[in-house]
C-alpha cells in the first residue's frame, strides 16, 4: 500500500481508519501480481480486489458507480493501493471473469480460521440454506418480450451458463405485483401456504452458517436448477477439510433438506442432531412398522420379507403379502384378503421399504419445546442474507458462473472482513454491520 501523507488527502480520517483497518487484517498476498514485458503496467490485482470489497462496504451498485467513486476521491484509491489514476471498470470486470475462484475461496477460508481462533465461530450449531442470485439477461426482464422465455431447453444468449430456477416469495397485503417484482414477469404458482412460485433465469448460492454468530463458514456458487439436497451432504464433507471443528451439536435446515441422505449423514458421519421440519411433499402416507422394521399392511397384517435389492444408491427390502404365500394364514382367511383389496387376485400386494427408512423419522420432536428453541436460530440464516444482499450480491452485472461465483465470494469476504476488523477493534457487538464499525471509528 502506497505511503502518503494524510494531512494533504481531502478524507475524512475516521473513514479512513475504517478501511484501513479492515484491509490491514485481509491478507490477499495469495493474489500474485501479473508478469508483463511490452505494454502498459498492469494494475495491482490486490488494489482491485480492496477496490472490489470496497464497492460492497460502500453498498455501490455497479462497477461505474465504483469507478466514479475512485476518480473522485483519491484519498480512498490511495488506502485502496492504487498509486496512479484508478483503473477502468473493463479491468474489474477482467478480474471477476479471469480470477480463479479457488483463490478468492482461499482468502475466505483464510478469514474463517481467524475468526475460530478468536473464539467468534464456535461451530457449535451450523445451518445450511440457500439463495438465488438472478443474472442480468433479457428473460428475467418484465418489459422485453422474448418468446419461450421460461423454457428450461432454451438457455439464454445473455448467460449460457444460467439456468432455470424458481423462488418462493410471500406477497405483502396492499402491494400490487409490479411493485413486490422489479425484475420478474414469470409463471407463478399460489401454494397452500400463500406464497408464489417464482420462475427465473441465474444461480443458487449455497451458505453454511455458523447459527450463533450468524457468519457464513462455507459458500459456492452453482446454477439454479441444482437442487438444495445434492449440494448438502458435499458442502459439509468440503467444509471439514478446512474447518477443524468439533463435531457440532446440531444442524438446522428447512424442510427441503428433509431426506434420507442428508439425515443419515448428521447423524452418522456428523454425529450430531438433525433440525429439519418433516417435509409434508415427502410423507404421502404413514407407512407403519414393526419394532423388528417389518411392513405392515393397509388391513393390519404383518408382509413377509421376500429378500433385499439395491435401487440406485438405495438399498431396499421387498415385502410381499402374507395370505398368497404362508399357507397358515392363508387357511385362517380362506384365502381371501380381509379388506378385498383388488390387487389380492393378481398376485397379491407388495411393497418395497428403504433399509434407511428409520432415519426418515426425527429424532426430536418438532413439536417439541427444545426443537422449536434451537429451530429459531434458523432465521439467522434469512438475517444473514439480508446482509449479504445489502452488497448486491442477488444481482449482479456480469455474466457467466466464473464471474457470478467472484461476485458472490467477495460478498462474503467483505462480510468476514467486517467481522476480523470488529473483533480486533474490541468491539465484538458491531462485528455483522459496518455501520456500527463506522459509528465506532467516528467517535474516536
Not at 475462484?101 to 474463517?112: D, E, G, H, S, T
Not at 449460457?160 to 418462493?168: I, N, Q, V, W
Not at 417484482?181 to 404458482?189: G, K, N
Not at 477443524?244 to 451439536?249: G, Q, R, T, Y
Request: include cysteine; hydrophobic fraction near 35%.
Amino acid at each position: 500500500m502506497s505511503t502518503y501523507k494524510i494531512e494533504k488527502l481531502l478524507f475524512y480520517p475516521a473513514k479512513f481508519n475504517l478501511y484501513e483497518s479492515i484491509f490491514e487484517h485481509l491478507d490477499l498476498s495469495i493474489l500474485k501480481e501479473q508478469t508483463y514485458k511490452t505494454g502498459r503496467k498492469p494494475f495491482c490485482r490486490q488494489a482491485i480486489c480492496r477496490a472490489l470489497v470496497y464497492k460492497n462496504l460502500k453498498a455501490i451498485k455497479t462497477l461505474s458507480e465504483l469507478t466514479f467513486e475512485l476518480a473522485t476521491n483519491l484519498g480512498i484509491g490511495y488506502v485502496l493501493g492504487f498509486d496512479k489514476q484508478p483503473p477502468s471498470r473493463h479491468r474489474f470486470e477482467e478480474f471477476l471473469h479471469k480470477t480463479p475462484n479457488q483463490l478468492l475461496q482461499a482468502i475466505r477460508k483464510a478469514q474463517i480460521k481467524t475468526l475460530v481462533e478468536l473464539g467468534v465461530i464456535s461451530g457449535e450449531y451450523l445451518s445450511i440454506d440457500s439463495t438465488p442470485v438472478v443474472a442480468w439477461v433479457k428473460q428475467n426482464n418484465p418489459k422485453m418480450f422474448v418468446e419461450g422465455k421460461f423454457d428450461k431447453s432454451k438457455f439464454p444468449q445473455g448467460d449460457p451458463d444460467a439456468r432455470l430456477g424458481f423462488m418462493a416469495i410471500k406477497r405483502k397485503p396492499n402491494h400490487s405485483k409490479e411493485q413486490q417484482l422489479e425484475l420478474f414477469d414469470a409463471p407463478s404458482d399460489k401454494n397452500k401456504f400463500g406464497k408464489e412460485v417464482i420462475l427465473f433465469w441465474g444461480y443458487r448460492n449455497h451458505v453454511i452458517f455458523d447459527a450463533l454468530s450468524e457468519l457464513p463458514v462455507f459458500e459456492k456458487t452453482l446454477p439454479a436448477n441444482v437442487s438444495d439436497c445434492i449440494v448438502t451432504v458435499p458442502a459439509f464433507k468440503e467444509l471439514r477439510k478446512y474447518l477443524k471443528l468439533n463435531n457440532p451439536k446440531g444442524v438446522l435446515a428447512d424442510a427441503a433438506h428433509d431426506s434420507i441422505s442428508i439425515r443419515k449423514y448428521i447423524r452418522r458421519s456428523l454425529q450430531a442432531k438433525d433440525f429439519i421440519p418433516v417435509n409434508p411433499r415427502a410423507k404421502k402416507y404413514d407407512i407403519k412398522l414393526t419394532p423388528d422394521n417389518i411392513r405392515i399392511c393397509i388391513a393390519g397384517l404383518q408382509m413377509y420379507p421376500w429378500g433385499k435389492f439395491k435401487e440406485g444408491n438405495r438399498l431396499r427390502r421387498k415385502f410381499v403379502c402374507p395370505i398368497t404365500h404362508l399357507k397358515n394364514l392363508a387357511n385362517k382367511f380362506n384365502h381371501q384378503c380381509p379388506i378385498n383389496h383388488p390387487r389380492f387376485f393378481k398376485g397379491g400386494c407388495y411393497a418395497n421399504v428403504s433399509l434407511d427408512q428409520r432415519y426418515r423419522q426425527s429424532t426430536i420432536d418438532p413439536k417439541s419445546e427444545h426443537f422449536k428453541k434451537i429451530y429459531k436460530m434458523q432465521s439467522g440464516s434469512e438475517r444473514g442474507f439480508s446482509r449479504l444482499l445489502n452488497f448486491y450480491m442477488q444481482r449482479p452485472v456480469l455474466t457467466g458462473l466464473a464471474a457470478v461465483s467472484n461476485h458472490c465470494t467477495l460478498a462474503h469476504i467483505s462480510i468476514l472482513a467486517i467481522a476480523i476488523a470488529a473483533v480486533k477493534a474490541e468491539q465484538n457487538s458491531k462485528f455483522r454491520y459496518i455501520r456500527g464499525l463506522l459509528k465506532h471509528f467516528l467517535q474516536r
